[in-house]
C-alpha cells in the first residue's frame, strides 16, 4: 500500500504534506523520506509523540504532528501540496467524509493533490464487491471456529454500518467531483483497497491588460496668414 501511495504522490522535495489519520506513521516517514515537510494528523497523543521522535533520530526536517480528530480539522487554506490518507477515512460516516474532503480542497493550493487509499467496496451492488466479499468470507472460514466468529461479526457491522463505513470507488470518485476536484483517478490496488486521486484546478491565468491605444500622427500645422499691414503702411511687396 505505502509503495502505491508514494507512486501515485509524485513528490517533490519540499512538498508541504498533510496525512490525515497517520496511525503508525509509517507513511508519513517514507513521506519525509522523499524530501517532503510533513504534518501527521491522529488522535493517539503517545503515538504522535514517538513519531516525532523517531523522526528527529532519522534527522528528517520538517517533520510535524498534530493530535486533533480528523473529522474535526481546521488547517491553513492553500497551505499544502498533497494531502493523503491511507486507510483512515473508511471509519468517518458519508456526510464526514464529504466534508473533510470539501477542507482538503481548501487547504490544498491550486494544482495540488488529494489521495484516498482506503477499504473501497460498497454492498454487493458491482461484480467488484461481490468478489470482495467472497474472498473476504473464504478466507475467515478457513481459519475455523474463530474465522466464523469473525465473520458473524464483520457482517453484522458491515450491515448496520457501524464502526466502518466504507463506500465503492465511484462513491469516492463522486466525492471529489462534487468537492470541485478535476484529473480524478481511480484504480484498485489489492484486495478491497482503492486508490483516488483528485487535483485542485490552477487558478485563471489574470486577463492581460489591454494594448494602449497607438498615438495617431499629429496633424501638420497649418500655415498662418500673415498679419494684416497697419493703417496709413503700404503692404509689404
Known amino acids: ?10 513528490l517533490r522535495p519540499g512538498d ?18 522523499q524530501g517532503a515537510a510533513v504534518l501527521a494528523i491522529d488522535v493517539g497523543h503517545a503515538a504522535l509523540a514517538a513519531l516525532l521522535q523517531v523522526a528527529r533520530e532519522r534527522m528528517l526536517p520538517g517533520f510535524s504532528v498534530l493530535a486533533a480528530p480528523i473529522e474535526d480539522l481546521t488547517l491553513p487554506e492553500r497551505s499544502a501540496d498533497l494531502v493523503v490518507s491511507c486507510y483512515a477515512l473508511h471509519r468517518l460516516r458519508d ?8 477542507a482538503a480542497y481548501r487547504w490544498l493550493r ?28 473464504r478466507s475467515l472460514a478457513r481459519k475455523g471456529i474463530g474465522g466464523w466468529w469473525r465473520i458473524a ?29 478535476t484529473a480524478i483517478t481511480a484504480s484498485s490496488i489489492v484486495n478491497e483497497a482503492g486508490l ?8 485563471p491565468a489574470p486577463p492581460e491588460d489591454p494594448a494602449p491605444p497607438e498615438n495617431p500622427a499629429p496633424p501638420e500645422n497649418p500655415a498662418l496668414p500673415e498679419d494684416p499691414a497697419p493703417p496709413g503702411e503700404p503692404a509689404p511687396a
Not at 1 to 10: D, F, Q, S
Not at 110 to 137: E, N, Q, W
Open 110 to 137: 491550486p494544482g495540488g493533490m488529494l489521495l484516498v487509499a482506503d477499504m473501497m467496496f460498497g454492498r454487493g451492488g458491482t461484480s467488484r464487491d461481490r468478489a470482495i466479499i467472497r474472498s473476504k468470507v
Open 153 to 181: 461479526k464483520n457482517g453484522y457491522r458491515y450491515l448496520i454500518r457501524a464502526k466502518e463505513h466504507p463506500i465503492p470507488i465511484t462513491g469516492w470518485t463522486a466525492i471529489l467531483a462534487r468537492a470541485g476536484f
Open 1 to 10: 500500500m505505502t509503495a502505491a501511495v508514494l507512486a501515485a504522490g509524485r
Open 16 to 33: 508541504q504534506v498533510i496525512e490525515l489519520g497517520c496511525g503508525d506513521g509509517r507513511l508519513s516517514l517514507a513521506l519525509a523520506e
Open 95 to 102: 456526510a464526514d467524509k464529504a466534508r473533510l474532503v470539501a
Open 196 to 203: 483516488v486521486t483528485g487535483r485542485r484546478p490552477e487558478d
